[in-house]
């Protein structure tokens, strides 16, 4: 199986597409003013007390306050209580985190009420992206994710991931570790570290050290609360830290900056597929030149189909995501209802498999399969999901098929479910049902470009159509384009774009910068 990463850069926001064998299996979508919160370490006050849920609320600088349990405060908070008074003790000299020293564990069967006081300053990790109606959830308990190793302040552990089988591989990272580990730390060694020397095991983990060391340092310089003093990296370089193999082939990005930090990063974790991080430069849309905005709009949407004319029905409540699965219009099977049904729900558990990782739905999933009599059918289909899911990052849980058909999935939820909307608005009448004739939609571009050239100046220039639009103003030897550059310049260009309507344009100047060429009546 090989693997690309491609990377969209806008001007307000990044979509992030990983694609196994060519399929759209993940995608990520978020604004350029909005980070990605988890994994960010904020110093920050408490602001309530709950003894009834023997919890708290921080103010983190959200909406709403992030919530902090009680047993989320790690066994070591003592221990981080008395280091953070040290060194906000002195502003000018950082008290060595050597010197810390190690406090009783914290009493499981304690109260908050008793460990904490309402504007307690506490030093706090985001674990769950605000959700809903709820804000974010934190742990007192921090860590410092690298590529190879997880580095846990106040820890005193060296854990080696579970999936590293080999007894003698774990006891030779297990030895490496606890002779480069810095002091009053500890370390879990994850899963692609097997086999890595100690050169680049130590490498990360003195970077990793210089990231919890200037963290502190934010700590005792600022006195402005909440402050964050250690933020995660962006969507792209985390999701390219999680998932990154041996297997990628390529990783596209059509932005400099975007390409620069991806390259660095991908130099520093592996120095020798650096090559395969490239500078997309073509015109055609980036998303459209590796066929993902196809991918998106037939993947995204309450109804998704598949295999031979089935469907999945996908419908988010508050408290679950239920899916329905369809046979549809699909030829019966000759062997009779029973493979018909078996054919149709393996295919849906296919298909399932990829959407929980592409919507990244979390929480609890129930699914409607068609009724199957034979026990062995069923176990087929809950083996057939099993084994689709072992490609998911995220921890699950499924169980067998119920007496009623239903198939019952947890799935780790730390952000919102992506939620693309594929329909389309119409871009001449915003609703109202009537539109301008369509036959004089290339008579209203050309006016457009004689003002774009002959009143504001812009010579060279590219027009955004739909793919359909694009054909007819290409189309013949003496075409619309030809006579549009004739008559204004060979800087016309027109680019066919997938992710516009049918009568929708966009205009975008030499350097890729959106112009927008709207009348007042299409920005109402």
């Known amino acids: 199986m090989t693997s690309e990463v491609v990377i969209d850069v806008q001007e307000k926001e990044i979509s992030t597409a990983l694609l196994e064998d060519k399929r759209l299996v993940e995608y990520q979508n978020e604004p350029k003013s909005a980070s990605f919160s988890v994994?960010?370490?904020?110093?920050?006050?408490?602001?309530?007390?709950?003894?009834?849920?023997?919890?708290?609320?921080?103010?983190?600088?959200?909406?709403?306050?992030?919530?902090?349990?009680?047993?989320?405060?790690?066994?070591?908070?003592?221990?981080?209580?008395?280091?953070?008074?040290?060194?906000?003790?002195?502003?000018?000299?950082?008290?060595?985190?050597?010197?810390?020293?190690h406090l009783p564990d914290l009493d499981k069967s304690g109260s908050v009420q008793q460990t904490l006081t309402v504007g307690q300053e506490v030093l706090v990790q985001i674990v769950k992206e605000p959700i809903s109606t709820k804000g974010p959830r934190l742990t007192g308990e921090l860590s410092f994710a690298g590529r190879f190793l997880v580095l846990i302040p106040f820890g005193d552990k060296v854990s080696v991931s579970s999936k590293i089988k080999s007894g003698e591989e774990r006891a030779r990272l297990k030895q490496l570790i606890h002779s480069v580990r810095p002091k009053n730390c500890g370390v879990i060694v994850r899963t692609v570290a097997e086999g890595k020397r100690v050169a680049e095991l130590d490498a990360e983990l003195k970077v990793l050290a210089k990231r919890w060391e200037d963290a502190l340092v934010k700590v005792q310089k600022t006195q402005k609360r909440p402050q964050l003093v250690f933020e995660e990296k962006g969507r792209a370089i985390a999701l390219?830290?999680?998932?990154?193999?041996?297997?990628?082939?390529?990783?596209?990005?059509?932005?400099?900056?975007?390409?620069?930090?991806?390259?660095?990063?991908?130099?520093?974790?592996?120095?020798?597929?650096?090559?395969?991080?490239?500078?997309?430069?073509?015109?055609?849309?980036?998303?459209?030149?590796?066929?993902?905005?196809?991918?998106?709009?037939?993947?995204?949407?309450?109804?998704?189909?598949?295999?031979?004319?089935?469907?999945?029905?996908?419908?988010?409540?508050?408290?679950?995501?239920?899916?329905?699965?369809?046979?549809g219009n699909r030829a019966r099977n000759e062997k009779g209802q029973e493979a018909n049904a078996l054919e149709v729900n393996l295919g849906a558990a296919d298909e399932l498999a990829r959407q929980l990782r592409l919507r990244d739905m979390g929480g609890i999933i129930v699914v409607d399969f068609i009724d199957m009599n034979l026990a062995e059918d069923r176990q087929m289909l809950y083996e057939r999901m099993c084994k689709n899911m072992q490609q998911d990052r995220a921890r699950h849980n499924i169980l067998p098929l119920s007496k009623f058909g239903l198939m019952q999935i947890t799935r780790q939820r730390v952000r919102p479910a992506m939620d693309v909307n594929v329909e389309e608005n119409c871009p001449t009448c915003f609703g109202s049902g009537k539109i301008r004739s369509s036959i004089l939609f290339t008579e209203r571009l050309e006016s457009k470009i004689d003002q774009l050239v002959n009143k504001i100046g812009v010579k060279k220039f590219y027009l955004h159509v739909h793919p359909y639009v694009a054909a007819y103003i290409n189309q013949g030897v003496f075409s619309l384009k030809r006579k549009w550059q004739l008559k204004y310049g060979w800087g016309v260009h027109i680019i066919s774009s997938q992710k516009l309507a049918f009568l929708q344009y966009e205009f975008y100047d030499a350097q890729n910068q959106f112009i927008d060429m709207k009348e007042e009546i299409e920005t109402k």
């Open 240 to 327: 390219i830290r999680d998932i990154f193999n041996p297997n990628f082939e390529n990783i596209y990005v059509n932005d400099k900056d975007a390409f620069n930090e991806i390259k660095d990063y991908v130099t520093l974790i592996a120095p020798a597929k650096a090559g395969i991080v490239k500078m997309y430069t073509g015109k055609v849309p980036i998303f459209d030149n590796f066929n993902v905005t196809k991918q998106i709009k037939a993947s995204f949407g309450k109804t998704v189909n598949y295999k031979h004319g089935s469907y999945l029905i996908i419908e988010h409540t508050e408290a679950l995501h239920v899916v329905d699965v369809n046979s």
């Open 39 to 101: 994994g960010n370490i904020y110093i920050a006050k408490i602001k309530k007390l709950m003894p009834g849920l023997n919890a708290c609320f921080v103010d983190v600088g959200y909406e709403r306050d992030a919530f902090l349990h009680y047993l989320d405060l790690g066994s070591q908070f003592n221990s981080y209580a008395k280091y953070l008074k040290q060194v906000q003790s002195d502003r000018k000299r950082l008290y060595p985190f050597a010197k810390a020293s």
